[in-house]
């Protein structure tokens, strides 16, 4: 009876694990599968309390250079000459660089450059997150509003609950006028904040909380939910994670402080791993940052170097941050570009179905 018992009790979690995790492709790694199902059983405890010792363990060194220094944009993404100029507007604009933080900066370190689509309205910067840990590059990407509009993706896990019209991958009809999509936030148990889209609740947003807002004509703001946006027919989607990093153009106070729980709690504020967050600039237009190496005042540091007046903390580890870009027109043709080579997941990420929301960037000028 005891061995007929020990069977079941290891047999059922046995079965939910490979088919969770061997059997079900949703183009996660085994790593993430493994994780998100230890978290969906009951065992969150036993991830945070692995990820802290080894991202503990595995910080980044201290001082050294980026191999093969500041990243150029491939010239595939970069706008062609264009020779006669006042048939085609010259887009975009990029802003003023971005001030490194590194002392004697590298060449190219903070400087924008073009990229993916010609007319694409998206440049990319990198530089080193703090004066410490120089070998450290972090992917900047600033993208024009004025030209693109943003939709919430819903993936198979998060939020779930479907079916959705925008879900979980890119869709096919919209390959031609793609922009770029980057990464969304935690797992809803873990945000602090509520999830919305489609006219539809799926965990009560919270007032107070950090949100990415969407809106029926495509525009996004990054605000405190109450204070800077509230509930309308105008709002499509409303995405909201932790507490605001940036405010006023300035990064907010308690960043240093190790024990806070405003800015998630798995891996704690002082913990340098992959990170990502987004805000929007004086101008409302978006800011994406993501890579290795960061901790929460240094993601704040660049997001507010950036020009952003106000933004939020996104995803973190290496298996979810992204941001692609995208070129061609049809599943012929279409090709996706990572804002840093060694973003974990291929580039084909949101072309793909997935487990996790991102938001898609579409050009307004088809």
């Known amino acids: 009876m005891v061995a007929a018992v020990l069977v079941v009790a290891f047999a059922v979690p046995a079965w939910s694990f490979t088919r969770t995790v061997v059997l079900r492709s949703n183009g996660d790694p085994f790593s993430?599968?493994?994780?998100e199902w230890a978290r969906d059983h009951g065992l969150s405890w036993v991830v945070d309390h692995t990820e802290?010792?080894?991202?503990?363990?595995?910080?980044p060194r201290v001082g050294g250079v980026p191999k093969g220094g500041i990243p150029r944009?491939?010239?595939?993404?970069?706008?062609a000459p264009v020779r006669h100029r006042s048939a085609l507007p010259?887009?975009?604009?990029?802003p003023a660089g971005i001030v490194p933080i590194a002392a004697a900066p590298l060449p190219g370190e903070g400087v924008w450059q073009r990229a993916g689509r010609p007319n694409g309205d998206v440049c990319f910067a990198y530089l080193r997150p703090d004066a410490i840990h120089t070998s450290v590059i972090a992917g900047v990407a600033w993208m024009d509003m004025h030209h693109l509009a943003a939709t919430l993706h819903n993936g198979t896990s998060v939020p779930g609950s479907g079916p959705w019209r925008a879900g979980p991958s890119i869709a096919v009809s919209d390959?031609?006028?793609v922009v770029a999509a980057f990464n969304g936030g935690f797992r809803l148990d873990a945000s602090r904040g509520g999830y919305y889209t489609e006219g539809r609740t799926v965990r009560p947003l919270v007032a107070g909380r950090a949100s990415l807002v969407i809106y029926s004509d495509g525009r996004v703001h990054v605000g405190m939910w109450g204070r800077d946006d509230a509930s309308g027919p105008a709002v499509a989607?409303?995405?909201?994670n932790l507490d605001l990093l940036v405010d006023h153009g300035q990064p907010v106070a308690g960043l240093n402080d190790a024990n806070s729980k405003q800015w998630g709690t798995t891996l704690g504020n002082k913990i340098y791993t992959w990170r990502s967050g987004v805000g929007v600039d004086a101008k409302g237009n978006l800011v994406y940052v993501g890579g290795p190496g960061l901790n929460v005042g240094t993601l704040a540091a660049i997001l507010q170097r950036a020009g952003c007046v106000r933004a939020m903390e996104l995803d973190i580890n290496p298996?979810?941050?992204?941001?692609?870009?995208?070129?061609g027109s049809s599943p012929q043709t279409i090709t996706a570009t990572k804002l840093l080579t060694d973003m974990q997941r291929p580039a084909d990420r949101y072309l793909q179905s997935g487990s996790r929301d991102f938001v898609e960037l579409d050009a307004t000028h088809r």
């Not at 802290?52 to 910080?59: I, K, V």
């Not at 989607?237 to 909201?240: I, L, P």
Request: net charge positive; with cysteine.
């Open 32 to 35: 993430a599968k493994a994780t």
């Open 52 to 59: 802290s010792f080894w991202y503990s363990r595995h910080q």
């Open 73 to 79: 944009v491939a010239a595939a993404g970069r706008a």
């Open 90 to 94: 010259v887009r975009p604009v990029c």
């Open 175 to 177: 390959y031609r006028h």
């Open 237 to 240: 989607s409303v995405r909201q």
């Open 319 to 327: 298996e979810w941050v992204s941001l692609m870009v995208y070129s």
